[in-house]
């Protein structure tokens, strides 16, 4: 198989020559082994993995002789040997040498139960999120169009794009789904879950339940792009509220699920005010959800962002990283689905599954445009085929260009 280019490749060659340690982290599968072992410029380095249990046992007998070998390191899953990091630390004290190690892991190495110390001033982490819209077509080397127009503020030009499609939706960007190389990908997801289950939950923390934790995980994924509740999702899973939080977080370590905070005027009021929750990957999403044929599905609108979400936070990851997504909520009067923030600027987006749109669709970006000074353009992103003008600092803009 050709291996396909990941676009925060160019984030990470960077950071490689500022910072002694550079971590990747991201859901199990989605292509870090595959980044480390076959992207040009990482090949050089010295590669071991803590999925070889020599190597683990050598790390965890004599963590200082492990990491004084010459040249570059690049651990994978380290996540299975927690205490490097502490190790990791005192010899990036002795010698902060750019780019000496590189980690790669499916849990976010801060949260890890049993970790006393964190990489803080020595270390960046970058997410890979699934394969994106931009890099299934091999479209990396073009800028975004959100970059593009954050630095214009101008609609860039964009070729006629092909509307996104149910089976985009359905195989989402997982590898070995997106790029058609299992048969049923049904089984392959169920797979998937059940590694997740019987593997890396077990490794992050002890699951008294774990009947009920794989119900909270299909419940998340009935309320993709919904507000989380976890009092609400905990009370239909028959769980109580600080269980069914402490389960949504780990489910949130291990990047099953992404948390995008309300855009306020007040930065101290976006901690308080409830998030979004999205599945990671829209066609998980769909098969946790028992979805299998998005006609005439009354969650198709949901799946639909949710793989809108999982492609704007993987450009802005990668190309963005000064940016920040958020979503705009006025209770029980206007919302927008997503805000990117950027040095002070933003835009509004709202997304349409729908080729046409209608009045009501634009009320609340006309909502936020006028109480939000520094918006430079509100964004209907439907699924058609051509751009256009619809109103005042209001566009219509393809999905399939905005994600391009």
């Known amino acids: 198989m050709t291996y396909i280019e990941r676009e925060i490749t160019i984030a990470i060659k960077k950071a490689l020559k500022e910072m002694p340690v550079v971590v990747i982290t991201g859901m199990r599968q989605t292509g870090k082994t595959t980044l480390l072992q076959k992207q040009t410029e990482l090949i050089g380095r010295r590669y071991v993995t803590f999925d070889d249990f020599a190597y683990l046992e050598a790390a965890k ?26 190790t990791i630390k005192r010899e990036v004290d002795k010698n902060r040498q750019p780019g000496r ?27 890979l999120h699934p394969l994106s819209y931009r890099e299934i077509n091999k479209k990396i080397s ?22 996104i499609t149910d089976e985009d939706i359905l195989s989402g960007g997982m590898p070995p789904v997106c790029l058609g190389l299992v048969q049923e990908r049904g089984l392959w997801f169920k797979s998937f879950e059940q ?22 995980i299909r419940l998340s994924a009935l309320r993709t ?34 948390r995008i905070p309300s855009f306020l005027r007040s930065r101290a009021s976006r901690l308080i005010k409830s998030p979004k929750m999205y599945i990671g990957d829209s066609g998980l999403a769909c098969y946790l959800a028992g979805i299998q044929n998005l006609v005439d599905e009354p969650l198709k609108g949901a799946m639909f962002e949710t793989y809108v979400a999982q492609q ?85 803009i393809p999905v399939s260009t905005l994600i391009s």
Not at 195 to 216: G, K
């Open 61 to 86: 007998l004599n963590p200082e002789g492990f990491l004084t070998a010459d040249g570059p390191l690049t651990i994978d899953e380290a996540q299975r040997c927690p205490e490097i990091l502490t």
């Open 101 to 127: 190690f590189l980690l790669s892991g499916s849990a976010n190495f801060s949260l890890l139960k049993g970790i006393s110390e964190t990489l803080a001033g020595r270390a960046i982490y970058f997410t």
């Open 142 to 163: 073009e800028n975004p169009f959100i970059l593009q127009f954050f630095q214009t503020q101008k609609i860039p030009a964009r070729k006629e794009t092909e509307p």
């Open 195 to 216: 590694t997740y289950l019987e593997r890396d939950v077990r490794d992050l923390s002890q699951i008294t339940n774990i009947i009920a934790f794989r119900q909270l």
């Open 225 to 258: 792009g919904n507000l989380l509740s976890p009092s609400e999702i905990g009370r239909d899973a028959k769980l109580t509220t600080a269980t069914a939080s402490r389960y949504l977080s780990l489910l949130e370590t291990s990047f099953i699920i992404n």
């Open 312 to 396: 704007l936070l993987s450009i802005i990851g990668a190309r963005c990283p000064d940016a920040e997504l958020f979503f705009w909520n006025v209770q029980g009067r206007n919302e927008v689905d997503f805000v990117i923030e950027s040095q002070g600027k933003c835009i509004a987006i709202e997304v349409k599954a729908a080729s046409r749109w209608t009045e009501k669709d634009l009320s609340g970006l006309r909502a936020f445009l006028s109480s939000t000074h520094n918006c430079l353009i509100a964004i209907l992103a439907y699924n058609g085929r051509d751009a256009v003008p619809i109103g005042e600092k209001i566009w219509a």
